[in-house]
């Protein structure tokens, strides 16, 4: 296997392997694991999830280590995001336990498809559940398919480790002030792409969202939360309509080990003029340094990266979150699971 694929120049794109996990919830309870080696599902036409949106997800990765081990990054915080996202659709939640027993089972049976440590690619894993019975009314489901299954990729951002130019565009919004921004809930990635595919065609990597009600403070970075760093302290936006990123959550916890200060608060955008360096952070990319932040409504152009390199905060942070994801640094946290072959 490892001589038949091009591990380095892996895309994020969909790539099928051998095998993927499902379950499904009837008669209000879940059912048992099922492996299946089929990419496709057999859905009723007046599904839930193809009408009314019950379509929740969640995305995490497992990385082979210079000691050939396979690691699976917080899959138990995964495990309890995709509850919360969950219950905010008034979908039935799989209890953790299954989900972490789902992750591993699937992550085991394609372990010929963990890219090679070095490779800089990773094994993404993408659990889904949608509601499935059939029904006209708005309510919501009274069955649901959990399904994970899992596919190699490349590195998410195609410059790589290099400052990207992202924008600010006020006639966009994400979500909704109180809507369901905090959810990992497929209708937000569909309200987002008409300002994506937009900024693209500008030459941005990605939009910096506002806050969906003033308009005043930052919000996160298309799928990726925003974080900064100002007079040496890790600054990052507190917002109830943004994703809870797991990697923010994790470098915020790795910043306090260096001694760094985190304040988690209202970022204004005039702010963005007194920030040293910038990065959006996510599972696809850990940190994507961010390398100027033009705001095409007022045309004010913030340079972040004044020599066009990453800053030394941000390339520590993210060195030392991808050496503990590859086992080449230690995992004072306990963040990895290790998983049985
Ligand atoms: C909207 C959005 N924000 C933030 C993130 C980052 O979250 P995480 O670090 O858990 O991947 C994601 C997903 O990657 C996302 O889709």
């Not at 089972?105 to 690619?121: C, D, T």
């Not at 130019?165 to 990635?189: E, F, H, L, S």
């Not at 900024?199 to 005043?216: C, I």
């Not at 020599?307 to 086992?327: A, C, E, H, K, M």
Request: glycine residues 10%.
């Amino acid at each position: 296997m490892d001589n038949e694929l091009d591990w380095k120049n892996l895309t994020f794109g969909y790539m099928p392997t051998d095998y993927n996990v499902r379950c499904r919830y009837r008669n209000g309870e879940w059912g048992e694991i099922e492996v299946s080696q089929s990419e496709m599902i057999d859905l009723h036409m007046a599904a839930t999830c193809l009408h009314y949106g019950q379509e929740i997800f969640e995305g995490l990765k497992a990385f082979r280590g210079k000691d050939g081990k396979i690691r699976v990054f917080r899959l138990e915080e995964n495990a309890r995001r995709i509850r919360e996202s969950a219950k905010g659709l008034m979908m039935a939640q799989l209890p953790e336990e299954k989900f972490i027993e789902m992750v591993k089972k699937v992550v085991a049976l394609n372990a010929r498809f963990v890219p090679p440590y070095g490779s800089g690619a990773s094994l993404y894993i993408r659990p889904i559940e949608i509601g499935t019975s059939a029904q006209v009314g708005v309510k919501p489901a009274s069955e649901y398919l959990f399904i994970i299954f899992v596919s190699p990729v490349g590195p998410y951002f195609k410059t790589g480790f290099r400052p990207t130019k992202i924008c600010i565009m006020r006639q966009y919004d994400r979500v909704a002030p109180r809507g369901t921004g905090r959810w990992k809930v497929g209708g937000n990635y569909a309200a987002s792409l008409t300002a994506g595919v937009h900024a693209h065609e500008l030459g941005y990597s990605a939009v910096l969202y506002l806050d969906p009600k003033e308009k005043k403070y930052l919000d996160e970075c298309g799928p990726a939360n925003f974080i900064a760093i100002k007079d040496g302290v890790y600054i990052t936006p507190a917002s109830d309509s943004i994703l809870p990123s797991i990697t923010n959550k994790s470098l915020m916890q790795l910043a306090e080990d260096m001694g760094i200060k985190v304040e988690c608060r209202h970022i204004t955008v005039d702010e963005l003029d007194e920030v040293d360096e910038a990065a959006a952070v996510g599972t696809a990319a850990v940190a994507s340094p961010v390398g100027e932040i033009d705001d095409l409504d007022t045309g004010k152009k913030y340079v972040i990266a004044k020599d066009g390199n990453p800053g030394p905060v941000v390339t520590r942070l993210y060195d030392t979150l991808r050496g503990i994801q590859n086992g080449d640094l230690p995992d004072p946290h306990g963040w990895c699971t290790i998983i049985e072959e």
